[in-house]
């Protein structure tokens, strides 16, 4: 049975409680913050931090001897660890946001970093280890139509160039906020069942005829 030597860690709190004269709580935080006499300092044990893993050697008595092994991520500081996780967080709502603003479906490698990044959230606030590789999405909807208003923009420009009972109104008559008016009461006042029913209809029949020639091969 192999042996191993863990540094294990936790952070103790330490506080003072000191005056401070100033024009506005804001200046006075950041006297207080800028202040770095602590001789009235007092230790905090009931707000010690947990206690986490920081170091792991092979062997016996072995701290610092020899190259460290890597920690595993459910033993890392739980506040550290879900610090770094944020910015993995922050850059997939980083990604989102652009599609959105350029009105594009979140693409499926978005949807499965997502979805690996939320199993990833649920397992450090339950302590557990980081999933092994992103989970697949959920797999119950797909994106079937979107209205662009870059494209109802090209319509409209089309429009004006074939039906002239609009003159003599310019293409810049037309402004973006026209556009976007436009495209919310579309999509608003649109029934859109009937272009997804048969969606969905077209969808089963070419499934069944898949299904049946991965049975049934000619």
């Not at 980083?94 to 599609?99: L, N």
């Not at 997502?114 to 199993?119: D, E, F, K, Q, R």
Request: charged share 25%.
């Amino acid at each position: 049975m192999p042996d191993f030597t863990i540094e294990t860690t936790y952070h103790l709190p330490v506080f003072r409680h000191r005056t401070y004269a100033a024009d506005t709580l804001d200046e006075a935080c950041r006297t207080a913050v800028a202040d770095d006499n602590w001789d009235v300092a007092e230790k905090d044990f009931a707000s010690s931090g947990a206690i986490h893993v920081t170091g792991i050697w092979e062997g016996a008595h072995a701290a610092n001897a020899g190259p460290p092994v890597q920690i595993p991520p459910q033993f890392d500081e739980p506040v550290q660890r879900r610090a770094r996780h944020f910015e993995i967080l922050l850059g997939l709502l980083k990604i989102f946001f652009d599609d959105v603003r350029a009105a594009r479906p979140p693409s499926l490698d978005w949807l499965a970093r997502s979805a690996w990044g939320i199993a990833r959230g649920e397992a450090i606030l339950a302590g557990d280890p980081d999933p092994e590789k992103p989970v697949d999405p959920p797999r119950t909807g797909h994106v079937l139509a979107q209205l662009q208003e870059g494209q109802v923009r090209n319509a409209v420009a089309a429009v004006l160039d074939i039906d002239r009972s609009f003159e003599p109104l310019p293409l810049e008559a037309v402004t973006d906020d026209d556009i976007h008016t436009a495209c919310i009461a579309t999509v608003t006042e649109i029934d859109a069942s009937d272009l997804i029913g048969s969606a969905e209809f077209q969808a089963a029949l070419t499934a069944i005829r898949a299904a049946h020639q991965r049975l049934h091969p000619a």
